[in-house]
């Protein structure tokens, strides 16, 4: 994806899941003055976001079409998936490129497993157990030299 | 082949006791231990306890291409990912999907997994079915029409009893249905008319007295 800005020109950015993951890509977006929604089915999650924020907030299960369409989806030029339920996300992932026809869609997974499904759709993911095991894998390797 | 039942409760129960009796071999999923042991006590398929989104429980079940994936979890998401696993990962060719929220059938038909059963759609198309059925009868009798549909009940007495219908003349009128013994018969030319016979009429306002002493007058 390309979150770059350089004409300072401002995008559409729906986030799905206000966590400690989407509050902090949510105020970052709003920081740098994008339009932002953000859907969380649980109200008390938006207390994770900045006093700052600028955007707006939708409660509701991310995954149903009906909320998608509220928060203009089709019209968004970047969306990110961060709900903490994989199988959640893939769904989501997968509705907003296929359905909506949105295809800067980046998504998180925990299970690596999981990330075949999305390969083979050609959704980016981030999956925090593959880069803290590298991480990890980086750290014993440093060991096993010095 | 092998029938695979991927969560559910009563519907994979049902599901499972059918194709055990066609002579199927069934493997049940599911989450709760407590289920799965009911489960193993009364059918006689294999049971697993596990999450049938997860690649591990799938592996487990030594899948074939030719097996059918039966997905029954509460969850779209998770009905969409087990099929989604069982058509890239074990080249699974049948595979049905339940899906809850009718809407979600637009976006599985979009991700590619086409057999999709949505119990909500089934069940509002027959209360539509049948509403709209009732709105258009009502319509055609309503006061501004000048159709009449009545029940005449044939006495022992009446002249046309036992008769054939053929031999019957209405004007301006037809017999569309004979009541007989609880069910429905639909009346032909050659049916004959017996006592205790519901004759369903269809008749236009005016004429229905006429048709009405055509039954009922006595021979």
């Known amino acids: 994806m390309n979150f770059k800005n350089p004409f300072k020109k401002s995008f559409y950015y729906v986030v799905f899941g206000c966590g400690r993951l989407g509050s902090i890509i949510a105020n970052e977006l709003s920081a740098k003055g994008h339009s932002v929604v953000v859907i969380d089915r649980d109200e008390n999650s938006f207390e994770n976001l900045s006093f700052d924020f600028t955007g707006f907030t939708l409660v509701g299960e991310a995954n149903e079409i009906e909320q998608m ?7 968004a030029n970047g969306v990110f998936v961060l709900t903490p339920d994989d199988n959640t996300n893939i769904m989501i992932a997968l509705t907003v490129k296929k359905y909506f026809n949105v295809d800067n869609v980046i998504a998180r997974v925990y299970n690596p497993k999981n990330i075949k499904t999305f390969a083979k759709h050609k959704i980016e993911i981030v999956c925090p157990t ?4 590298n991480r990890l894998k980086k750290f014993i390797s440093k060991g096993e030299k010095e | ?7 559910g409760e009563e519907i994979s129960y049902h599901l499972s006791r059918m194709f055990l009796n066609r002579g199927y071999k069934v493997t049940m999923v599911n989450k709760k231990p407590e289920y799965c042991k009911y489960l193993a006590k009364k059918l006689k398929a294999l049971i697993i306890n596990g999450d049938g989104t997860d690649n591990k429980v799938l592996e487990q079940l030594e899948l074939k291409n030719d097996d ?3 997905a029954l979890m509460p969850r779209d998401q998770d009905n969409l990912v087990a099929c989604l696993a ?3 990962i074990y080249k699974i060719e049948n595979s049905i999907s339940l899906v809850n929220d009718p809407e979600n059938l637009k976006v599985f038909e ?9 119990p909500v759609s089934i069940m509002a198309n027959a209360i539509f079915a049948s509403s709209t059925v009732e709105k258009y009868i009502k319509s055609l009798l309503s006061d501004s029409s000048d159709l009449e549909i009545f029940e005449i009940e044939i006495s022992e007495n009446s002249k046309k009893a036992n008769k054939q ?5 209405i004007k301006e009128g037809i017999i569309g249905a004979i009541k007989r013994n ?3 018969i639909i009346a032909k030319g050659d049916t004959y008319i017996l006592p205790g016979d519901k004759l369903i009429i269809i008749t236009k306002k005016e004429m229905k007295n006429s048709v009405y002493n055509i039954f009922v007058g006595e021979s």
């Open chain 2, 165 to 169: 219908l053929k031999d019957i003349e």
């Open chain 2, 110 to 118: 979009k991700i590619g997994i086409e057999k999709t059963v949505s």
């Open chain 2, 68 to 70: 059918v994936f039966i």
């Open chain 1, 130 to 133: 593959m880069l803290a095991s």
């Open chain 2, 182 to 184: 609880g069910s429905t």
């Open chain 1, 69 to 75: 369409k509220e928060a203009k989806i089709e019209k």
């Open chain 2, 1 to 7: 082949m092998k029938v695979i039942l991927i969560g």
């Open chain 2, 86 to 88: 069982a058509r890239e």
